[in-house]
């Protein structure tokens, strides 16, 4: 498939978003360009990391594609510094191109390789080489490295640009077998993305740490869920999160397997990973659009609550889990 290809694949079925990329710019207000990405557009930057793409395989293709899908939902102006931010795009381009790749043939690990680059990429601009080997296995390290080189290129800039002194072999990350300690498992996905539907089907004699199934506890009857949430109290919610928390110290006390059924979507999730068990992330990815189809009457939550869940995401890795897998 060539460049011109997976251009015109993406125009075909995904137009609305291509046409919000190409009116996107990088420049405040287009007024101030911005020091960073002097090409102008999203879409100008996404072609010209699609260019230095050209020659790499189809999982960094579709990663120079896909990468910056973020920045048309995440684009802020700083009014007083005349400034254009898009804090932390990587994350929302993680689900948008959920339903991009469906309009591709691919196998479930190229996926996971394509959202694995568009989901970290932005930290091998801002993470010192120290921490980076020690978040990524060799082979993501490597996806890794080749893609930003593309990203790094395929930009207009008056700022000095560095390529990353580190190798593939740098990796300080060895993925570990779960050799029979307790283990850990935590959820990772916004709502409707089917975490409690993989705990019923998952679940043997592990101890269940869900926030949702303790508020329904709280209901009375023909209540639900939304109806739940609205009649509580703070003080009702905080002692929803004790009865969970001491569920949870219970169960770490007694060396039980736990699952961690939330969408624990930021670093806040390491309050849930004790010394001593084998840690597991599972990662659930859908669109919003599919997230949004899932919502029923009786668990109706806001679109821009699903939407900042999104903004806030992070990807899951090897600094905080033994294993992390992806969902499909």
Same mark, same amino acid.
């Given at each position: ?88 795009? *990587? ?18 690990? *190229? ?115 939304? *109806? ?6 703070? *003080? ?93």
């Amino acid at each position: 498939m060539t460049t011109a290809d997976i251009i015109q694949v993406f125009f075909n079925n995904h137009y609305e978003l291509y046409k919000a990329m190409k009116t996107t710019e990088h420049g405040y207000l287009d007024i101030y360009l911005n020091p960073y990405h002097m090409e102008g557009s999203i879409w100008n930057h996404t072609l010209m990391v699609l260019k230095e793409t050209e020659r790499k395989n189809m999982v960094q293709r579709l990663a120079a594609l896909c990468h910056d899908l973020g920045k048309v939902v995440t684009v802020n102006d700083n009014y007083p510094k005349a400034r254009r931010s898009f804090y932390n795009h *990587e994350s929302v381009s993680v689900f948008l191109a959920v339903d991009v790749l469906k309009s591709f043939a691919m196998t479930k690990d *190229e996926k996971d390789r394509i959202l694995i680059i568009v989901a970290n990429h932005g930290k091998m601009y801002t993470l010192s080489p120290e921490k980076i080997i020690t978040k990524y296995s060799r082979d993501d390290l490597e996806d890794l490295l080749v893609f930003s080189s593309c990203d790094n290129n395929g930009r207009i800039t008056n700022i000095p640009k560095k390529d990353r002194e580190i190798e593939p072999k740098d990796s300080k990350v060895r993925i570990k077998p779960h050799q029979g300690q307790p283990k850990v498992t935590v959820l990772v996905g916004p709502p409707y993305s089917g975490k409690s539907t993989w705990t019923s089907e998952n679940v043997t004699n592990q101890v269940v740490i869900s926030r949702d199934a303790a508020l329904l506890k709280k209901g009375r009857e023909q209540e639900t869920y939304t *109806e739940i949430w609205n009649r509580l109290s703070q *003080e009702e919610q905080k002692e929803i999160d004790q009865e969970i928390n001491q569920k949870y110290q219970k169960a770490v006390k007694d060396k039980r397997d736990i699952i961690i059924d939330m969408t624990n979507m930021g670093y806040s999730r390491r309050k849930w990973l004790p010394q001593g068990y084998y840690k597991e992330a599972v990662v659930f990815i859908e669109s919003l659009e599919t997230l949004l189809s899932r919502r029923t009457p009786e668990k109706n939550i806001p679109n821009e609550v699903i939407e900042d869940m999104m903004k806030r995401f992070q990807m899951p890795d090897y600094s905080e889990f033994d294993k992390v897998e992806i969902n499909d």
